[in-house]
Nanobody, 120 residues
Framework: EVQLVESGGGLVQAGGSLRLSCAASGFTFDDYAIGWFRQAPGKEREGVSCISSSRGTTYYADSVKGRFTISSDNAKNTVYLQMNSLKPEDTAVYYC?????????????WGQGTQVTVSS
């Protein structure tokens, strides 16, 4: 059974940083792309970043390019999202998801989410 557990969310002031973690289990970790998504109140879920199954390619939404960095520790079956220069508009529940078919497929397995709140 695929399990994804996010952690690292919290309350931070604008300009601050957080590092989210996505701990994976129940599947062959490096066979799957891992994506980060977020959903703010009243808004649709949006893709934030993704790392390919080979871990050699990363993708970012325009809104976070230059501020967020996705990385992977395959020995720990964990993907990280380092978030710097946070803005109030980054406030959302952040989810990680796994998909064997790649970053641009429909993600089939999701974590429970972690809240990120950025105060102005």
């Amino acid at each position: 059974e695929v399990q994804l557990v996010e952690s690292g969310g919290g309350l931070v002031q604008a300009g601050g940083s957080l590092r989210l973690s996505c701990a994976a289990s129940g599947f062959t970790f490096d066979d799957y792309a891992i994506g980060w998504f977020r959903q703010a109140p009243g808004k649709e879920r949006e893709g934030v970043s993704c790392i390919s199954s080979s871990r050699g390619t990363t993708y970012y939404a325009d809104s976070v390019k230059g501020r967020f960095t996705i990385s992977s520790d395959n020995a720990k079956n964990t993907v990280y999202l380092q978030m710097n220069s946070l803005k109030p508009e980054d406030t959302a529940v952040y989810y990680c998801a796994a998909e064997r078919a790649g970053c641009f497929s429909l993600f089939g397995s999701w974590g429970q989410g972690t809240q990120v709140t950025v105060s102005s």
